[in-house]
């Protein structure tokens, strides 16, 4: 996987004030606002044909914008019924190809759900999951980062420690953390500097500072109950503490990619752009 020069900001999809809507359009209109970074949404279907992924490549290229891709929502890597599990396994493959075809960096994925089993059970068979789709990859040689997602729901697989683990034992594997989605898992818990500095630590620890060097992070404000996330909000809306977050994330010289996933995608990925380019260290 090539190297990220430098933590970058940008939006989870075509940004909302693009006047024509195309991908291509849209990388552009990004550079245009100032922002550096842009998720493909293959969230409903990978329907991005090789022949427009190579274009894609070009204009990204040309305009200095980095590509990540979050894969169809409809995946359960513990599925009871192998059928879905194969599909799963499929539409995360299809994603990664088409965003190694765009030049892309980084694909992310929800894993699946506990469906009340035992944790462990379910750790080793998404993890099995996971080691096929990185074999299928490497065999294709498609070089992009495999990412489970910090899931917002404690029904959901995909809680820090699995994460870690997982990327331990896997290769080509690192998490999504979803900064939002902490924060509602845990019932409003994950606010603070201490608890940021506690999880990137933690990272750095059991994974070296590639780690750090090769973030893709979600943020954004986000409504949540008991159950944990309900649907995200703009930062300024939230109770989210965006901005001591920002600080944690300059103090650890984290490079990557912060993706924003407000509703108002683009006004908050500057706004996070803007305020990190102001934090002294």
């Given at each position: ?20 809507r195309s991908t291509i359009d849209g990388i552009i209109h990004v550079r245009n606002l100032g922002l550096d970074a842009m998720e493909l949404e293959f969230v409903r279907g990978v329907n991005l044909k090789p022949e427009l992924a190579k274009k894609i490549k070009y ?223």
């Amino acid at each position: 996987m090539f190297k990220v020069d430098r933590l970058r900001f940008g939006t989870a999809g075509i940004p909302i004030s693009t006047p024509k809507r195309s991908t291509i359009d849209g990388i552009i209109h990004v550079r245009n606002l100032g922002l550096d970074a842009m998720e493909l949404e293959f969230v409903r279907g990978v329907n991005l044909k090789p022949e427009l992924a190579k274009k894609i490549k070009y204009v990204a290229k040309k305009h200095d914008v980095l590509l990540t891709a979050h894969a169809p929502y409809y995946i359960n890597l513990n599925a009871a019924e192998k059928a879905k599990v194969e599909a799963s396994k499929k539409r995360i493959i299809q994603s990664a190809e088409r965003l190694y075809d765009a030049g892309g960096w980084s694909v992310v994925f929800h894993a699946g759900y506990y469906l009340k089993q035992d944790p462990a059970k379910v750790y080793e068979r998404i993890k099995g999951e996971i080691k096929d789709i990185v074999t299928t990859l490497q065999d294709r040689g498609i070089e992009v980062w495999i990412r489970p997602e910090l899931t917002g729901k404690p029904t959901q697989f995909g809680d820090l420690k699995e994460l870690v683990r997982l990327s331990e034992e896997l290769e080509m594997v690192l998490p999504t953390i979803d900064f939002a989605h902490a924060h509602a898992r845990n019932k409003g818990k994950c606010n603070t500097v201490e608890e940021w500095r506690e999880m990137l630590s933690f990272m750095e620890d059991r994974l070296g500072r590639e780690a750090l060097d090769n973030m893709h992070i979600h943020i954004s404000g986000i409504n949540y109950t008991a159950k944990g996330e309900r649907n995200h909000l703009n930062l300024q809306e939230s109770d989210m503490n965006w901005e001591d977050l920002l600080r944690v994330l300059k103090e650890f010289r984290v490079k990557g990619v912060v993706i924003s996933e407000s509703p108002n995608i683009e006004g908050d990925a500057l706004l996070m752009k803007k305020k990190y380019e102001e934090i002294k260290i």
